[in-house]
Each structure stands twice: as C-alpha cells, then as structure tokens.
C-alpha cells in the first residue's frame, strides 16, 4: 500500500487575533514528528499559494483555521468537508471577479478554484478552533484559543493515524 499525500494548510490572518490559529498551529505542527508524505504549508489568507500547492496532487487536504460554529471558545472540530459549491453555477460577472481577487480569499473560494481546475484532493477536512476574539488589526490570541493548540495537534495526530 503506497502511502497517502497529505497537505496540511494554516489560513487565517495573524492581524485578527484568533483567526491566527491555523497559521499558529502549523508553525508549531512543523517541529512535531509525522509520517512521510505529510507536507505543511502556511496559507495565511492567500488562498492562490493553497490552489498552486494543490497540484503537487494530494490524497487529503487538513485545512486548519479559525471558525464560529456555536461551540465554547476553543472547542476543536475536525470535520469532513462533504459538498464544495459547483464554480460553473455562479454567473459570469461573479467568475470574473472571483478569480481576480484569490489573494485575498477564504476556504471556500480556494476550494472552489481547485476544483475547476481539477486538483482538488478526493478527501478534505477542516480542522477548526472555536474563536472567541477577532477584531480586525489586533495581535494576539485569546488564551482559550492558544490554549487549544496541543489538544489540535493530538486530535490532529490521532486521525492521521486512522487514514
């Protein structure tokens, strides 16, 4: 059995306090031990560097980000990313714009170009921190947040061993 392709991706923007924990997470995933065929890479929120990496052709993509979805602050989830909006549904003048700003994008959009242009790995998960702060311009993560990190890269670790 060859051995999977794995991208594990930090996006957030360090300027937004919590939203900095995929980039904080995969700085400190990058000094742990992983298998072979585990690469990292530090998106930030240029969404274009994620769909360039993806044609290296990856078995499985870990996006690692900040989220709200109604958990206590720094709640982990990883979760399977099941359905990615079809890019040929959204009218022309939407395409246009779309992918005249990938360097400045979310998950979604780069998820969606990846797919167009058919790089899109056949597994993808997220692997998300309930934020608590986010104002724009402000450095520093809560500490509930910070706090979660080891918990993530031990969820993180845990699943890799099962895929």
Same mark, same amino acid.
């Given at each position: 059995?060859?051995?999977?392709?794995t991208?594990?991706?930090?996006?957030?923007?360090?300027?937004?306090?919590?939203?900095?924990?995929?980039?904080?997470?995969?700085?400190?995933?990058?000094?742990? !031990?992983? %298998?072979?065929?585990?690469?990292?890479? &530090? +998106?930030?929120?240029?969404?274009?560097?994620?769909?360039?990496? =993806? /044609? $290296?052709?990856?078995?499985?993509?870990?996006?690692?980000?900040a989220?709200?979805?109604? !958990?206590? %602050?720094?709640?982990?989830?990883?979760? &399977? +990313?099941?359905?990615?909006?079809?890019?040929?549904?959204?009218? =022309? /003048? $939407?395409?246009?714009?779309?992918?005249?700003d990938?360097?400045?994008?979310?998950?979604?959009?780069?998820?969606?170009?990846?797919?167009?242009?058919? +790089?899109?790995?056949?597994?993808?998960?997220?692997?998300?921190?309930?934020?608590?702060?986010?104002?724009?311009?402000?450095?520093?993560?809560?500490?509930?947040?910070?706090?979660?990190?080891p918990?993530?890269?031990?969820?993180?670790?845990?699943?890799?061993?099962?895929?």
């Amino acid at each position: 059995m060859s051995q999977k392709k794995t991208l594990i991706a930090g996006i957030g923007n360090e300027l937004r306090q919590d939203d900095a924990f995929g980039m904080e997470l995969v700085k400190q995933l990058k000094i742990e !031990e992983f %298998p072979n065929g585990v690469k990292f890479q &530090e +998106v930030g929120i240029g969404g274009i560097h994620l769909v360039q990496e =993806l /044609h $290296e052709g990856y078995d499985l993509l870990i996006m690692v980000d900040a989220v709200e979805w109604g !958990e206590s %602050p720094g709640h982990i989830y990883l979760r &399977e +990313v099941e359905s990615i909006s079809d890019i040929n549904e959204m009218p =022309l /003048h $939407e395409k246009r714009a779309f992918l005249a700003d990938m360097h400045y994008t979310n998950p979604t959009r780069a998820l969606m170009l990846a797919k167009a242009l058919n +790089v899109l790995p056949p597994k993808i998960y997220i692997l998300g921190c309930e934020a608590k702060e986010h104002a724009d311009f402000a450095v520093g993560m809560s500490e509930v947040v910070q706090a979660a990190i080891p918990f993530a890269i031990e969820k993180l670790k845990a699943f890799l061993k099962t895929t």
